[in-house]
């Protein structure tokens, strides 16, 4: 298999829409779907490529990955697993606009069975979106922001009556990068044409892309890294969803959400689910080219982490089918997984690229009384602190001068400005 990548910076803000509809509140993805870059690619290269056109957009042996944000010193970034957890209410949070800077110890990876010495979570909370750097735990949260449109009459050129609507966008500034597989059948002269389609170039990518959004400038084409190596323990199979995973049934090729071993080619693994931590969403992406939304999808999201154990172990064959993707819509990078990644190799997160030993002790969490108790002997010391401040001024001879001292509204707007604090 062949690939290679490319960073995307956002010139405009850019709406990539979670759902087709039209009705309700909008809300916009925090990352590039590869279905945006199959599309910028199909519209430039499609006619031209004649027979190979079918290998290339629909057979799913040219996958458009999706592009995630970068973290510092442009460090590639992946979705939390949903396995992560910690402490509700606690010193970490999850959620976009409170996600701490890095990862912490109060982390959990509960997709691995606690330790002898391992304290339990009283009220686990589970991760919510966002990202995080493997090699240093950094988390990132790309930022967006919302605008009020209103549609314009074409009769009168004024703002339609009743046709209020927001958007949601990435703001622009934001970097991504994308990735490009292809499979080793596809004719080597295609890579070429591809990467002259999506790299140093411009891209129009989501809604409205023909008004104030969608601008992107794309940049030269990059070695696409590595997967980790395959970190087993406990006698489990991780598998974590990189991207969205579109499963359908082997009898009746209906799609599912109830993933079995035979979806990923393991008949003899069945599914650990006290180890498995899944999500899901149903919607209809909006073709373009045919203007009427496409049939509704339904997947597992990525950042799903999935339990398995195998009866006879993982072969190589395994790990390479694994590789190229499962499920529909491989295309639009859709199907793409983790075997074993070390960021889930241990009950606690570890992020510097290697494994800790078995016998390492877990941290302990901080009962949450325990923290309380401390936070409030925090408070108590900088009281103490500042009634010594103020004996230290009171026995200053500055004081007890009239003109240095402050007067009663003076001192009103010090009160006011402390009850605000």
């Known amino acids: 298999m062949r690939s290679f990548a490319f960073d995307v910076e956002l010139l405009d803000d850019v709406v990539?829409?979670?759902s087709g509809a039209t009705a309700g509140g909008h809300r916009c993805l925090d990352y590039l779907p590869g279905s945006?870059?199959?599309?910028?690619?199909a519209a430039r290269l499609y006619a031209s490529l004649g027979s190979n056109a079918f290998a290339v957009f629909h057979s799913g042996r040219v996958r458009f990955l999706p592009a995630?944000?970068?973290g510092a010193g442009d460090a590639p970034a992946l979705t939390l697993p949903r396995s992560f957890h910690a402490e509700k209410y606690g010193s970490f949070s999850f959620g976009e606009e409170r996600l701490p800077e890095t990862a912490t110890d109060d982390l959990q990876n509960l997709s691995r069975p606690t330790t002898a010495n391992g304290q339990r979570m009283d009220r686990p909370e589970a991760a919510k979106g966002g990202f995080f750097v493997q090699a240093t735990g950094q988390l990132i949260a790309p930022a967006r922001k919302r605008a009020l449109k209103t549609a314009?009459?074409?009769a009168t050129g004024r703002a339609s009556e009743a046709q209020l609507f927001e958007y949601e966008a990435l703001q622009a500034g934001a970097r991504f990068r994308a990735e490009v597989q292809i499979d080793d059948d596809v004719p080597p002269e295609i890579d070429g044409k591809l990467e002259a389609a999506l790299c140093n170039t411009q891209l129009r990518l989501g809604r409205s892309k023909r008004k104030e959004f969608g601008r992107a400038r794309t940049s030269t084409r990059k070695d696409a890294p590595s997967p980790p190596d395959p970190q087993?323990?406990?006698?489990?199979?991780l598998l974590y969803f990189r991207s969205d995973v579109a499963l359908t049934?082997?009898?009746?090729?209906?799609?599912t959400l109830v993933p079995q071993g035979?979806?990923?080619?393991?008949?003899?693994?069945?599914?650990v689910w006290e180890h498995t931590f899944l999500g899901a969403r149903r919607y209809s992406p909006?073709?373009?080219?045919?203007?009427?939304?496409d049939l509704e999808r339904q997947v597992l999201v990525q950042g799903s982490v999935l339990a398995l154990r195998p009866a006879g172990g993982v072969t190589a064959a395994d790990l390479a089918r694994l590789a190229a993707g499962v499920g529909a819509y491989r295309a639009e990078g859709l199907g793409q997984l983790l075997v074993d990644p070390p960021f889930l190799a241990a009950r606690h997160p570890y992020f510097t690229g290697t494994v800790p030993t078995t016998g390492s002790a877990a941290p302990v969490l901080k009962h949450p009384l325990q923290r309380w108790a401390e936070e409030g002997a925090q408070r108590r010391q900088r009281r103490e602190d500042a009634y010594a401040k103020a004996a230290e001024w009171l026995r200053d001879g500055s004081f007890a001068r009239k003109a240095a001292r402050p007067g009663r509204s003076q001192w009103g707007l010090v009160r006011e400005r402390a009850t605000l604090a």
């Open 249 to 255: 049934d082997p009898g009746t090729g209906q799609p």
């Open 232 to 237: 087993p323990a406990d006698g489990l199979l």
């Open 16 to 18: 990539v829409s979670a």
């Open 262 to 271: 035979e979806h990923f080619g393991l008949p003899e693994a069945p599914v």
């Open 68 to 70: 995630f944000p970068l």
């Open 152 to 154: 314009i009459d074409p």
């Open 36 to 41: 945006l870059f199959l599309g910028a690619v």
């Open 286 to 293: 909006i073709n373009a080219k045919r203007g009427r939304p």
